[in-house]
């Protein structure tokens, strides 16, 4: 008789649920956002439309490199259209301007995308792994932990201002290691300002931060991570796997944890 072990993915350090936050607009309360996020240890995405530096509202690009480090920037577009009723061309040159600026700026490839005014369609989904965009989140809230059926039509657990510290404390109470969980906020940091409500986020980073069982994530570093993990090569008698990818993945094994580092071959116990 054969026996097969149960080999599950595992976020790194072993871990199985991630957090990840998402914000638009580049608006100047990200200073303060950011502060909060580094101060709990919390991470995210910062979607920019980099057309709009000429607003003084908004964050300019000498201060980008240091505001955002730790954190992901990413695309909005070039200026905010809303891209479903625009021509598949123009819709084009909005990511692409917007990504080449972007990267000009921060010196890494930018890869990441939120449709501007949630607006998008099939053609531009199936148009944007072309632009080297390697994801997109929609609005909306789900009030769910799953992992993203479709990267291009990401969809987030909750906006800031819809059941946060109720799904928070749902999200912490979650303990089936089997399973792979991730909490998604979204929202713009210049909300906080209006609604008077800079508490909340504070509550809310202080109660979920600093986390033995939680993974604190960018959005590409969640896409590249499960990519690594698609790509072990296991043996057919689940005896050892090998990693071609360039980052560490963690899998558990028959109920024991493994690093498997980049590039290397390991053999289960």
């Known amino acids: ?21 998402s914000y638009d607009d580049g608006k100047l309360a990200d200073r303060k956002l950011i502060s909060i996020f580094n101060k709990y240890g919390i991470r995210g995405t910062f979607h920019i439309n980099s057309g709009l530096f000429s607003d003084p509202e908004r964050i300019q690009k000498d201060e ?4 955002y480090e730790g954190h992901e920037v990413a695309c909005h577009t070039l200026t905010h259209p809303t891209i479903e009723r625009c021509p598949l061309p123009l819709v ?48 909306g809230s789900t009030d769910a932990f799953g992992m993203p059926k ?27 290691t089997q399973y792979l969980y991730m909490m998604y906020v979204w929202g713009h940091s210049y909300e ?34 499960m990519d690594a993990a698609k790509r072990l090569q296991y043996s ?21 944890k493994y690093e498997v580092p980049a590039g290397k071959t390991i053999k289960f116990e």
């Open 64 to 67: 980008m490199v240091k505001l």
């Open 92 to 139: 084009a040159r909005q990511v692409l301007d917007d990504r080449r600026e972007l990267e000009g700026v921060m010196g890494y490839p930018v890869r990441g995308l939120s449709y501007p005014n949630g607006s998008y369609s099939k053609e531009i989904k199936d148009l944007l792994p072309a632009l080297g965009i390697e994801y997109s989140r929609v609005v």
């Open 236 to 256: 057919v008698y689940d005896t050892f796997v090998h990693n071609p990818s360039a980052i560490s993945v963690w899998i558990e094994v028959a109920g024991k």
């Open 192 to 225: 906080f300002d209006r609604d008077n409500n800079w508490d909340m986020m504070e509550e809310f980073c202080k109660f979920i931060g600093g986390r033995e069982d939680t993974w604190y994530a960018t959005n590409i570093e969640i896409v590249d991570y």
């Open 150 to 176: 479709d990267y291009y039509e990401w969809q987030s657990t909750c906006h800031h201002n819809h059941n946060l510290m109720k799904n928070a404390e749902s999200f912490a109470e979650l303990f089936k």
């Open 1 to 21: 008789m054969i026996y097969l072990k149960t080999i599950y993915t595992c976020f790194p350090g072993g871990k199985h649920k991630v957090l990840t936050m």
